[in-house]
Nanobody, 126 residues
Framework: QEQLVESGGGLVQPGGSLRLSCAAS????????IGWFRQAPGKEREGVSCISSSTAGTYYTDSVKGRFTISRDKAKNTVYLQMNSLKPEDTAVYYC???????????????????WGKGTLVTVSS
């Protein structure tokens, strides 16, 4: 059964760092687009970053550029989101999701996802 499991969330002070993991099972992430999304309380879900596994292309929404880095470990079938210089406005439940295909620009990253994880909570607060 295809499954995505996120981990790595927690409470961190402003300016701190966290690394989120998205582990896939039941399928391999080759030739998939893997995206990270987040949903803050009272707000709509938004796309944060994605990686196109076949091209290794990475894409970011403007609010996290320069602070977040997405990467993939093919051997572990896992995608990571390294989050640095965290701000209170980064507080949200973070989800990973995936679909077959490739992307070549950010606008293509966040639609038609096939599999979703259940999310991990990130809280940035002093």
């Amino acid at each position: 059964q295809e499954q995505l499991v996120e981990s790595g969330g927690g409470l961190v002070q402003p300016g701190g760092s966290l690394r989120l993991s998205c582990a896939a099972s039941g399928f391999t992430l080759d030739y998939y687009v893997i995206g990270w999304f987040r949903q803050a309380p009272g707000k709509e879900r938004e796309g944060v970053s994605c990686i196109s596994s076949s091209t290794a292309g990475t894409y970011y929404t403007d609010s996290v550029k320069g602070r977040f880095t997405i990467s993939r470990d093919k051997a572990k079938n896992t995608v990571y989101l390294q989050m640095n210089s965290l701000k209170p406005e980064d507080t949200a439940v973070y989800y990973c999701a995936t679909r077959p295909g490739i992307v070549v620009r950010t606008a293509q990253c966040f639609s038609d996802m096939r599999y979703w994880g259940k999310g991990t909570l990130v809280t940035v607060s002093s």
